[in-house]
């Protein structure tokens, strides 16, 4: 795999993250079954797209790059589906992960 298509394995994995983190917010605690199924299902899903890219990137650069683009995007479903409009300061501390995943990513050299 080069890292052209890891990278786009990665952005595959943070839709499947964060779709999975919207369905669980839609099982209410796992009390309903199909955003329940959905939730384990993409979240399955995710893993075994991270595996695959942690085979060509690092795996600390594979998951601060993750973790901080399932935020940003898990925050953006929140405020169009869930209605939760992120405040000033949460969206300052959005701006930072943005900027921390970016100097992960660009200045690493250990690929």
């Keep these: 795999m080069s890292n052209i298509s890891a990278y786009i394995t990665l952005i595959f ?7 999975s983190n919207g369905f669980a917010k839609s099982a ?4 309903l079954l199909v955003p329940s199924i ?12 991270l595996s695959l890219v942690m085979k060509q ?13 399932c935020i940003i995007a898990t925050s953006i479903v929140g ?4 209605n939760q409009i992120p405040n000033f300061y949460t969206i300052i501390g959005l701006i930072l992960i943005i900027i ?4 992960v990513n ?6």
């Design 100 to 103: 921390g995943v970016s100097i």
């Design 79 to 82: 405020a169009i589906k869930f």
């Design 57 to 69: 990137i690092p795996v600390g650069i594979t998951y601060a790059s993750f973790a901080g683009l």
């Design 28 to 31: 209410q605690g796992f009390t």
């Design 38 to 49: 959905l939730t384990a299902v993409t979240i399955v899903g995710c893993m075994y797209a």
């Design 13 to 19: 994995a943070v839709i499947l993250g964060t779709a």
């Design 106 to 111: 660009l200045m690493n050299t250990n690929n």
